[in-house]
């Protein structure tokens, strides 16, 4: 079903991706989260989604996450950020869009505004955390920490480091990373696109406040704007029913538009 393939970049470099190639239709693209993959529950439910509602989709692995090349700590929002408008433009081409961005996915979503203003019909944030280097990871960080990450250039957070919970036990975060984020800025920009706009937050996410949404939802002043919490719904909202209600917000957003 999910069919990964690859997009050769370099001789070096490669993304990896899952599309449903349609010459002249809507797109649906979804952009995964920070150290996430394309083998999770979401990109395969809005495959099939799209697959039963004859739409194009295409999900996107950045560099240095699950098998697409390079190394993670060299990566950043700038370097993820080039990563989704390359292959947007090679895969989706002149077709109009909905980007469907997941925690820091949604971060990468604003960014291709900057590109793509004219092709993007609406957008779609499930746990939007813009910005959250910044707002959420070092405001929490202890002394100690900031101090490895500035005089080191790295250091290796944990669970018990900081309560932005990964799926993995640990993971490096380089100081570079940090400075290119606020280099990102992203809830300081109006976009007046006259678009689309559905913000799903999960009740009890505990890893970023349903506050981010409502933020990004601000950054739209002509948008038709929705903001739908999940009961009981935590950050990933990877489950049967919080994906089920995220179809559901999907497929009235792709009515309206189409």
């Known amino acids: 079903m999910k069919k990964f393939k690859y997009l050769k970049i370099s001789n070096t470099k490669k ?4 599309d449903n190639y349609f010459k002249k239709r809507l797109y649906i693209i979804f952009l995964p989260g920070f150290m996430s993959d394309i083998d999770g529950k979401k990109p395969l439910a809005f495959k099939r989604y799209a697959i039963q509602k004859k739409l194009g989709f295409l999900a996107i692995e950045y560099s240095g996450h699950g098998k697409s090349s390079g190394e993670f700590i060299k990566g950043n929002i700038t370097k993820w950020s080039n990563d989704a408008k390359f292959l ?3 895969v989706v081409k002149k077709n109009k869009f909905i980007l469907i961005g997941s925690s820091m996915g949604a971060w990468i979503s604003l960014n291709q505004f900057k590109y793509f203003k004219n092709q993007i019909l609406g957008f779609v944030g499930i746990g939007s955390a813009p910005e959250f280097l910044d707002r959420l990871m070092w405001k929490k960080f202890t002394k ?3 101090k490895e990450i500035v005089s080191k250039g790295i250091s290796i957070i944990t669970h018990g480091d900081s309560k932005f919970k990964q799926k993995q036990n640990q993971y490096p975060i380089t100081h570079q990373l940090i400075k290119d984020g606020r280099r990102n800025k992203v809830l300081t920009r109006k976009i007046r696109s006259k678009i689309n706009i559905t913000m799903i ?3 009890k996410d505990e890893v970023v406040p349903v506050s981010f ?4 939802i601000s950054l739209f002043p002509f948008a038709k704007k929705r ?3 999940i009961k009981n719904g935590d950050h990933s909202l990877s489950n049967k029913q919080p994906l ?7 497929n009235i957003m792709i009515k309206d538009v189409i």
Do not use: A, D, P
């Open 15 to 18: 993304l990896r991706y899952i």
């Open 213 to 216: 949404s409502k933020k990004v």
């Open 227 to 229: 903001i739908v919490i």
């Open 88 to 90: 947007i433009k090679k």
């Open 244 to 250: 089920k209600k995220i179809i559901k917000e999907l």
């Open 144 to 146: 100690k920490i900031k």
């Open 201 to 203: 937050h999960g009740e």
